[in-house]
């Protein structure tokens, strides 16, 4: 366990980390440059207690690559975790208001309780851990303008710094064997229980994670739900049907 305490003297420098080509490219320009860095920190979000949130490819890169890898570069990896999960606040029953009792269910697109709850609380406590003056270390490229524009106090784009665009940063990575293998049917990370998920992650879950699949047909089961969307448009029981249908007629057209 790292510890840092409130009197340390010196600013620190930590590099906020999805494991991303983004957030991996600004960790090695760091080490490239000779930039100040503390550590990194991800924060995983999980779906119950024993099963992560990430798509099982992203996590076994993270942890058996990744992780070991930047320990060897010399840069600690803080991980950090709820103690809520998803599936504790999906069941989870609204407490006031017309929908009191009802199970939260699936989170809204835009207005994600899993992302306030399960990802910003973890590090906004942690932060809080910190002396006022520590800088972060965020992966926005060179190319995102509208991103650039929303970085706060203390907060630095070593991509902008360093001129690196996503295909740039995307192509460090892979050049440092950092790239995750996510990249080879998508170009977004998160969770794969996301209602922003594109229709090309989902039908990987669906052909490589049967297991995780069915997880959300039965959470698409549960009666009392506040909503049965899991998206903006579809049941998860929709896109599930789908998906059965494609498949049907590619067996026919073979």
């Known amino acids: ?13 930590i590099a906020s980390c999805s494991f991303g080509k983004d957030s991996l490219a600004t960790i090695l320009l760091a080490l490239e440059h000779g930039e100040p860095l ?39 990896v803080r991980v950090l975790r709820s103690d809520k999960t998803y599936l504790d606040l999906f069941a989870g029953a609204i407490t006031r208001g ?69 295909e740039d940063a995307k192509q460090l990575c892979q050049k440092a064997g950092l790239l995750s293998p996510v990249y080879a049917f998508t170009d977004r990370g998160g969770c794969w229980f996301c209602p922003n998920a594109k229709r090309k992650e989902l039908r990987h879950l669906y052909d490589h994670h049967p297991e995780l699949w069915a997880r959300m047909l039965e959470l698409q089961a549960m009666p009392g739900k506040v909503s049965e969307k899991f998206n903006r448009t579809e049941r998860f029981s929709d896109i599930d049907a789908a998906f ?3 498949d049907a007629l590619c067996q026919k057209a073979a």
């Open 1 to 13: 366990m790292i510890t840092i305490s409130k009197e340390k003297k010196k600013t620190l420098h």
């Open 98 to 166: 017309p929908k009191k009792g009802l199970r939260r269910g699936f989170p809204l697109c835009g207005h994600c309780y899993v992302q306030r709850d399960c990802k910003l609380r973890p590090i906004r406590r942690y932060k809080r851990t910190l002396t006022p003056d520590t800088e972060q270390y965020v992966g926005i490229a060179s190319d995102e303008p509208v991103r650039l524009r929303r970085l706060q106090e203390n907060q630095v784009s070593l991509l902008e710094k360093y001129h690196y665009t996503e």
């Open 244 to 246: 059965r249908k494609e």
């Open 38 to 76: 503390d550590e990194a920190v991800y924060c995983e979000v999980m779906f119950d207690k024993r099963t992560s949130g990430e798509v099982p490819e992203h996590r076994a890169f993270i942890y058996e690559t990744a992780i070991p890898r930047l320990e060897q570069l010399g840069v600690p």
